[in-house]
Nanobody, 125 residues
């Protein structure tokens, strides 16, 4: 599967953005698909994951503000980001791993096989 992330941009604090992760090659319905982010000088961190069965998990830092969803018909996963603050500034990456792998280590970037190219999100204060 190949992933293409898009939707980043510049937004003021308190604003919203929706990121998209479009897949090609294989159907995302067989994959757990996650979003990670990496701010300058920091390690890449887990943001959210949408499992193929439909359940979702979030990092504590984004819980209640971000929503991950999937549209299997469009083979796309979205990340709706609301109430953005400057600490959300980062390059956002989508990643996928086969659902057959189970749920272990879902927050570890090394457990994902496929990555999109990243999209920049900048939140101004």
């Amino acid at each position: 599967v190949q992933l293409q992330a898009s939707g980043g941009g510049l937004v003021q604090a308190g604003g919203s953005l929706r990121l998209s992760c479009a897949a090609s090659g294989r159907t995302l319905s067989n994959y757990g698909t996650a979003w990670f982010r990496q701010a300058p000088g920091k390690v890449r961190e887990f943001v959210a994951i949408a499992w193929s069965a439909g359940s979702t998990l979030y990092a504590d830092s984004v819980k209640g503000r971000f929503t991950i969803s999937r549209d299997n018909a469009k083979n796309t996963v979205y990340l709706q980001m609301n109430s953005l603050n400057p600490e959300d500034t980062a390059v956002y990456y989508c990643a996928a791993r086969p659902s057959s792998r189970g749920g272990g280590l879902y927050a570890r970037d090394l457990s994902y096989d496929t990555w999109g190219q990243g999209t920049q999100v900048t939140v101004s204060s």
